[in-house]
């Protein structure tokens, strides 16, 4: 029985790598000069640092664009709250989300089941595992799911015949 997995997934080694040239870009500009401007990594979670928070937004922006170009969606980003540490600094917690919610593929689940189309759809951790009896009815499942979600980054991955 064909099937494939919806996922929402992102490279770690491309995240470090837009965080790095973002780091440099950040070091390289003159408005930053002699600035506490920069962005740390730990796993999933980066952090940004920056002098006042108008600085903090540019960092931001400057992360974007570079996660931008290396192809992670920043629909994967979740901003955290800006939090205050010495004096005037700031820094602001950004975690790169992975997998998909368990409402979210509750959501993708029921609207599989309530668009008529003779496929199932079953949670497996944090993947949606959409099988049928025929490719055509998956293809239109996944034009279906493509169209509908547009909150996260959906991919689809492990196509089996």
Partial sequence: MPSFDIV?????????????????????????????????????????????????????????????KRSIDVRSLELGSVEKISGDKVKRPITVKVGIPTDKAKQIQKMLKDSKLKVQASIQGDAVRVQGAKKDDLQSAIQLVRGSVTDIPVQFINFRD
């Avoid at 929402?8 to 870009?25: G, I, M, R, T």
């Avoid at 408005?31 to 506490?36: H, L, M, Q, T």
């Avoid at 002098?51 to 540019?58: I, N």
């Fill in 8 to 68: 929402s997934q992102v490279d770690k080694q491309e995240v470090k790598n837009a965080l790095e040239q973002a780091n440099k870009e950040v070091a390289n500009r003159f408005d930053f000069k002699g600035s506490d401007a920069r962005i740390e990594q730990a796993e999933f979670v980066l952090t940004v640092f920056a002098d006042d928070e108008f600085k903090l937004g540019q960092v931001t922006d400057v992360l974007r664009g570079r996660m931008a």
